[in-house]
């Protein structure tokens, strides 16, 4: 079946670059997801991206695409303590059943 | 706008009594979805509904859980009996058609003793 793969940790300096890495396995993926999830909270979406696109950019955060290797990534600029979280990938068809990685824990140190 | 709103935030119940819990999608929004979350299997999703109509069960674990949407404004997830081994966060979220942007609500926290 689908599979979304992430790396579970990653600990930056804060002003450093975060870059949060995930490798999905459904070649028909239409959509693919970043959200963020602080302790106790629910899920936030941070950005999405079109299968047909290479990158997308809002304002720190910078989503890379690379469809022929099945490889997401996100990068936050400037990373800040308040970045410090949990970040979920996720793949979904256009019908519409979201696979979700197992997330990767944004450790931010100051 | 309010969001996804999901009742009860917490419930604590003993092991055989029966759970709802409650989901209020984004007014407008015609998909809705049911998710949990554990840390042994990460975030799953159990159901979804389109124009309340359920489209995809397949996730449900077992005829012990049941959904429901009676109406575009409401949907129930039921466990009935509970077992401790259905603690978890379940998250309902919701999407409008033609929009890539799925909302989560804050999720419901089960602990079954």
């Known amino acids: 079946g689908e599979d979304v793969e992430q790396s579970l940790f990653l600990s930056v300096r804060e002003g450093d670059s975060s870059v949060i890495n995930c490798t999905y396995t459904d070649s028909s993926s239409t959509y693919l997801y970043w959200y963020k999830q602080e302790p106790g909270a629910g899920l936030q979406l941070l950005t999405y991206?079109?299968?047909?696109?290479d990158m997308k950019q809002d304002q720190r955060l910078t989503v890379l695409l690379n469809k022929k290797d099945k490889h997401l990534s996100l990068r936050i600029a400037d990373t800040q303590t308040g970045d410090s979280a949990i970040y979920f990938c996720?793949?979904?068809?256009?019908?519409?059943?979201?696979?979700f990685g197992t997330g990767t824990l944004l450790a931010v140190q100051p | 706008d309010a969001g996804v709103i999901q009742s009860p935030r917490h419930e604590v119940t003993e092991m055989g009594q029966e759970v709802t819990l409650r989901c209020k999608p984004i007014?407008?929004?015609?998909?809705l979805f049911w998710y949990r979350q554990t840390m042994m299997r990460g975030l799953e999703l159990l159901i979804y509904f389109n124009n309340n109509v359920p489209i995809d069960d397949s996730g449900m674990p077992e005829d012990r859980f049941s959904a429901k949407m009676p109406n575009a404004s409401f949907s129930t997830l039921k466990i009935q009996p509970s077992e401790p081994r259905d603690s978890a966060v379940y998250f309902c979220?919701?999407?409008?058609?033609?929009?890539?942007?799925?909302?989560f609500g804050e999720g419901s926290r089960l602990t079954v003793l």
């Open positions: 979220a919701s999407r409008l058609q033609g929009s890539g942007e799925l909302f």
């Open positions: 996720a793949s979904a068809r256009a019908t519409n059943k979201l696979i």
């Open positions: 007014s407008g929004h015609d998909y």
């Open positions: 991206i079109f299968s047909n696109m």
